[in-house]
């Protein structure tokens, strides 16, 4: 490849020149649309400029070019120089006429094609042909068309000799790969002598072997190794644990467990897997899958009530499962709908075998710090003012536990169901003052009812009782039911001298309109009974029969009847 530039019998350059003014890349781009080759004669013909000569002899003086620029000339030691006489002047083709100023080549601006005024490159100071373009007759190579067309030759000044290659590098393909060499992020060693052998092949001085650290090759198979054995060994391990989970028995005990006992709460709605959970927890079985499983395949599994459960520990599940069906492995409390507070605190100081009376000391003195609904009356007359809110269901309690847990949960139950209802706007409809009174008619109706069917019937005769225009009673409720709360017991045969003589707020005999609060804890029935009553004019009742049959009147000549039935049933 011949250098371009001045070449061995060279002419000297010549104004006329196509590439005149530019001796670089841009200036060829420039008229490459004017020319068909280097050499060639343009389609138009650029007039011939004055040339300046000095003594006969072509100099390296400034020379004008297109855009008015002029050009430098290099002295002796290389530099550029730029003759006195056209400092601050910047000379013009002058315009011939016919020869319109051709595009592009205005002064220091865009033309209209929006193509800058070429600038020429700056002349290296090495070499004495710089910014002159190759006189007519050099020899230059017509790179268009050819392998060398793209990318562009580089200016003379700007080209580096080729390298020469080494023939002590190794070829390519037999160089070790940097990862078994002991190359990485670490070798700072590696990668000055990576850098510094790519500077040497960019200043074409080849490339020296490198030399590889054999001992690291160990090691990096090493970490191959160990990451694979790795990734192999975490994939046997989950495959293992999914085969357990999918097709091998649930970890399980074996036989009826150890001697020491253990109590464990099942709270209400907990399914399967909660009440397994639990279990292993408390440490009865060993997986909650092995409960379900047993759960499941044995009779009645899923049967299994809310409470505590007394149970043994390392049970297997099967054997826990029969356990929890067998009552007398239950430590609960229940409330019995209609059943009053003495009642309950006495079965909660028998499960949690604690002294009698000590949950009733604990209900009288930390009441208000149970969670009893803000609408709840506040009354110096009132027996227990937990009473009627102590709501019917079954609790755990169990020894250990303390009696103010588990009265709150009676309440919290109670709050919850009360709220469902809506109690308040449905007492004032009802002719009530509010929910805590429609509550003590809920007990009310609970007490004196004696079968479902008696309830809506029994809320009536409430209501009516209450209305001050009931003329048959005077608003006096007459109820036995409050006279035996206020004495403890469950007396049918009271005397009119004895009820008569006792003056309690909660003797409905002798006082009008209801008791100061509940008689104790209705239930479900009669709370939906005395939210939905009949209207059928029942004013009156009487149970017959001394137990379960309770019959109704109108009027007091039909409940005179009913009494005469009654005395003739029970021998009186």
């Avoid at 899958?289 to 299994?304: E, Y």
């Avoid at 609960?332 to 949690?352: C, F, S, T």
């Avoid at 004019?537 to 309770?550: K, R, S």
Wanted: hydrophobic share 25%; with cysteine.
């Amino acid at each position: 490849m011949t250098e371009y530039g001045r070449g061995p019998g060279s002419e000297p350059w010549h104004p006329q020149d196509p590439l005149y003014g530019d001796g670089g890349w841009e200036g060829q781009q420039a008229y490459a649309g004017h020319q068909a080759a280097y050499g060639g004669q343009s389609q138009q013909q650029y007039p011939q400029q004055p040339q300046q000569q000095y003594g006969g002899e072509w100099v390296q003086g400034p020379q004008p070019g297109y855009d008015g620029q002029q050009y430098p000339y290099y002295g002796d030691q290389g530099h550029p120089q730029y003759d006195p006489q056209y400092q601050g002047q910047y000379p013009q083709h002058p315009q011939q006429p016919g020869h319109p100023q051709q595009p592009g080549h205005h002064q220091g601006g865009w033309d209209a094609t929006g193509t800058h005024g070429q600038v020429p490159y700056a002349a290296d100071p090495g070499d004495p042909y710089g910014q002159q373009p190759v006189a007519y007759g050099a020899e230059q190579p017509d790179l268009y068309g050819t392998e060398d067309a793209y990318p562009p030759p580089e200016p003379p000044g700007r080209r580096r000799p080729e390298a020469e290659p080494d023939p002590e590098a190794p070829a390519d393909d037999e160089e070790e790969h940097a990862f078994f060499a002991g190359g990485g992020d670490d070798d700072e060693d590696g990668e000055e002598h990576e850098l510094a052998g790519r500077r040497e092949r960019r200043a074409g001085k080849g490339r020296k072997p490198v030399k590889s650290k054999k001992r690291r090759t160990g090691c990096a198979c090493m970490v191959v190794v160990l990451v694979f054995g790795g990734g192999l060994g975490g994939v046997g391990y989950y495959g293992y644990k999914f085969y357990q989970n999918r097709f091998a028995p649930a970890p399980d005990y074996a036989g009826d467990g150890t001697g020491e006992a253990v109590t464990v709460e099942i709270p209400k709605g907990a399914g399967g897997w909660d009440i397994g959970r639990r279990l292993k927890e408390a440490g009865v079985v060993k997986s909650a899958d092995a409960f379900v499983h047993a759960q499941g395949t044995t009779p009645g599994g899923d049967s299994i009530q809310a409470g505590a459960y007394l149970l043994k520990k390392e049970m297997s599940a099967a054997s826990a499962v029969r356990m929890m069906l067998d009552p007398k492995s239950q430590n609960n409390v229940m409330v019995r709908p209609g059943e009053r507070n003495v009642a309950v605190y006495q079965d909660i100081d028998k499960k949690l075998e604690i002294s009698a009376g000590s949950t009733q000391k604990v209900a009288q003195k930390e009441y208000r710090e149970l969670g009893m609904p803000a609408w709840v009356r506040s009354n110096p007359e009132m027996k227990d003012p937990l009473e009627g809110f102590l709501f019917p269901g079954t609790y755990p309690a169990a020894k250990g536990m303390k009696p103010d847990a588990i009265l709150k949960q009676m309440v919290a139950q109670a709050k919850e169901r009360y709220a469902a209802y809506g109690l308040d706007a449905k007492a004032k409809s009802l002719g009530l003052h509010d929910a805590f009174e429609l509550i003590t008619v809920a007990s009310l109706v609970q007490a004196e009812g004696k079968t479902h069917e008696d309830f809506r019937k029994m809320a009536e005769v409430v209501y009516n009782r209450l209305k001050p225009t009931n003329t048959e009673t005077n608003q006096l409720l007459q109820f036995d039911s409050t006279y035996n709360y206020v004495k403890g017991t469950s007396n049918i045969h009271i005397s009119e001298k004895e009820i008569n003589s006792n003056q309690s707020p909660y003797n409905t005999y002798t006082h009008k309109g209801l008791p100061p609060g509940p008689i104790g804890n209705p239930g479900e029935d009669a709370i939906k009974a005395a939210l939905n009553p009949t209207h059928d004019g029942w004013i009156y009742f009487v149970a017959t029969d001394g137990t379960t049959n309770t019959e109704f009147a109108k009027t007091y000549e039909e409940f005179q009847q009913l009494k005469d039935k009654f005395n003739a049933n029970s021998g009186n």
